[in-house]
């Protein structure tokens, strides 16, 4: 082999090499840009599970690393009773739905105000799920689930 054919094969494999990472590089750059540009979910107008807050919190009891794989980071939306509503300190409101278990709660934290709520009223509410807290097992107390970015789909 000739020391031209050498360096000729040289400089073609310098170029394809050269060409696809470029070709990566540009489309990276692109599913980049995608990405930063998508914006948040629609909750209100997106598909959701629909689960009742007892069967929601006894899912994430039983098995967390079954409900984590359903439930966390998808769009729910939940059936249950007020346990209570307030505001949090960065004043939107946070309602409470009763699962059937004393100490703790489905935590939904609302997008906007809604009507007047009150305990004992059933509702479904639709937000995105964030998993379940840790609680505290010495002191008795057990870990809420949490939704966020929640609206109401119905109030009975």
Do not use: W
Request: some cysteine; hydrophobic content about 35%.
């Amino acid at each position: 082999m000739s020391e031209d054919s050498f360096t000729n094969i040289m400089k073609k494999s310098t170029r394809t090499f050269l060409l696809i990472i470029l070709a990566l590089l540009i489309t990276g750059g692109g599913i980049g840009y995608y990405l930063y540009n998508k914006g948040p979910v629609d909750v209100q107008d997106s598909n959701s599970i629909k689960v009742t807050a007892i069967a929601l919190y006894d899912s994430y009891t039983k098995d967390s690393a079954v409900a984590q794989k359903n439930y966390t980071g998808k769009i729910l939306e939940v059936s249950g009773e007020v346990h209570e509503a307030s505001l949090n300190q960065q004043q939107k409101q946070v309602i409470l739905l009763e699962n059937g278990s004393d100490g703790s709660y489905i935590n939904c934290t609302m997008e906007e105000p809604a009507q007047k709520i009150k305990a004992t009223d059933k509702v479904t509410i639709k937000g995105i799920c964030s998993g379940i807290g840790e609680g505290d097992a010495d002191l008795g107390i057990k870990g809420d689930v949490y939704l966020t970015r929640c609206y109401f789909v119905s109030t009975k």
